[in-house]
């Protein structure tokens, strides 16, 4: 009986990863938020999630100012009190920092009392951090009922969502990744990845994929003709 239960909380496990894997859960919930800007441009926004992390978001901003290029860091509140240089680093040359929450929590349950309060405080942290005000908030992991967004966008914040994630969780190689993400690219699109965490956790996991994705992604694209923006240039045109 035990074996049995086991085997079927397994599977269930395994099911959960599958579709995390293969499916973007975003497509759900993206009807009030922005993912896609209609452009006739050859533009596209690089986001980051879960950061600061000292160990990735450096090497990720290298690469960045080897490309060239700026992004937007969706930052936990919570990291960016414990690893403020890094914060303050991502300002200072020029990319945009939005607003991911204050620990990563799932609000698919939180009162419109508690998302405020949770947004509220996370802006509070970047501000006094970094002296950076956002009206972009991303949900974690896109999870998000149409109630509490009306509540976030009650509060003028627009809510970024993407219409490409690179899976750099998953651990795709960085040539897989920047293949898929140039195939399917659209002008308009924001495009998701991470600086820190991993499939369990929003801090450590291994972001070296990513870091190696950069260039690749950035040259195939750039060979295109698209240039790249912070998601606040790309919303305002």
């Known amino acids: 009986m035990i074996l049995y239960i086991f085997i079927g909380v397994s599977l269930v496990v395994l099911s959960v990863i599958l579709a995390a894997i293969f499916f973007d859960q975003a497509v759900l919930v993206r009807q009030g938020t922005i993912y896609r800007v209609d452009t006739k441009q050859k533009k596209v926004a690089l986001t980051f999630d879960d950061g600061p992390s000292p160990i990735w978001t450096p090497q990720i901003l290298d690469e960045l100012k080897k490309a060239q290029i700026k992004a937007t860091f969706f930052m936990i509140g919570y990291h960016v009190q414990k690893y403020p240089d890094i914060a303050r680093r991502v300002v200072a040359e020029g990319h945009a920092i939005a607003n991911h929450g204050y620990a990563h929590s799932v609000i698919l349950y939180y009162t419109p009392a508690e998302i405020e309060e949770e947004i509220k405080y996370t802006e509070h942290v970047i501000k006094e951090i970094t002296g950076q005000t956002t009206k972009y908030y991303r949900p974690p ?17 627009d809510i970024i969502l993407w219409a ?6 998953v651990g795709f190689s960085a040539r897989s990744m920047a293949n898929y993400l140039s195939a399917n690219i659209n ?6 990845f991470h600086d820190s965490g991993g499939i369990w956790h929003t801090e450590g996991g291994n972001r070296t994929q990513t870091v190696k994705c950069i260039p690749l992604l950035t040259k195939m694209l750039k060979d295109k003709g698209y240039q790249f923006v912070t998601v606040e240039e790309l919303v305002n045109g």
């Open 187 to 192: 002008m308009g699109d924001i495009l998701l």
């Open 164 to 169: 490409l994630s690179s899976k750099d969780w």
């Open 141 to 157: 992991k896109a999870w998000l009922r149409a109630s509490l967004g009306e509540k976030i966008k009650s509060m003028n914040y």
